[in-house]
């Protein structure tokens, strides 16, 4: 699979960090969470909270708008067995940390726990107490909130693991965050 970029609002003050691409939603399409299940769970919620202009995302040209919301992925291709190695996650960690140096955001949802973790690696977190739990919150020393959610994959959705009401609680927490 090709290499897929980051997507949003250039200004974002949220920023959300995926897996990585899915084989047969963002490769296909070139933008991550479009085209397939997770991007049919997230941007319902991503619109019922006011971050997007619509509720689906099926192609690049569909017309979707970000507001104050920019997605990226931890891993830029499709890993094999949908789980990236640790060599493609730190080959495409420069990426990931060149987009956190040009937004700066205020609140980095996490999807996931390899995006947590690797957010907290980037960011120099070495602290246990710090778990990955869906709704977890940790602010860094700069002032950055991290939001942590289960991941909108269907092997979440599909469970109940993660319920759209528990998912719209994350981007209420991330709006509210915004505000103070």
């Not at 690797?118 to 990955?132: D, E, H, L, T």
């Not at 909108?152 to 993660?162: A, C, D």
Request: hydrophobic share 35%; aromatic share 10%.
């Amino acid at each position: 699979g090709k290499p897929v970029p980051g997507f949003g609002d250039p200004k974002a003050r949220v920023l959300i960090v995926g897996l990585a691409p899915g084989a047969h939603g963002s490769n296909r399409t070139g933008r991550s969470f479009t085209g397939d299940a997770s991007g049919g769970f997230m941007y319902p919620a991503l619109y019922r909270a006011g971050f997007a202009n619509q509720p689906t995302a099926v192609s690049r040209d569909d017309g979707l708008t970000l507001n104050d919301l920019y997605i990226v992925a931890s891993a830029r291709c499709v890993p094999p067995d949908n789980k990236p190695t640790t060599e493609e996650l730190n080959n495409c960690q420069p990426y990931l940390e060149r987009e956190l140096e040009i937004l700066k955001p205020k609140v980095i949802v996490c999807l996931g726990r390899i995006a947590f973790e690797r957010i907290q690696r980037i960011y120099g977190v070495r602290n246990s107490a710090w778990k990955f739990g869906h709704g977890a919150l940790y602010q860094l020393k700069n002032g950055t909130w991290i939001l942590c959610s289960y991941h909108p994959s269907q092997q979440n959705t599909l469970t109940g693991k993660l319920t759209v009401k528990m998912f719209d609680e994350i981007w209420s927490k991330a709006k509210s965050l915004l505000e103070n």
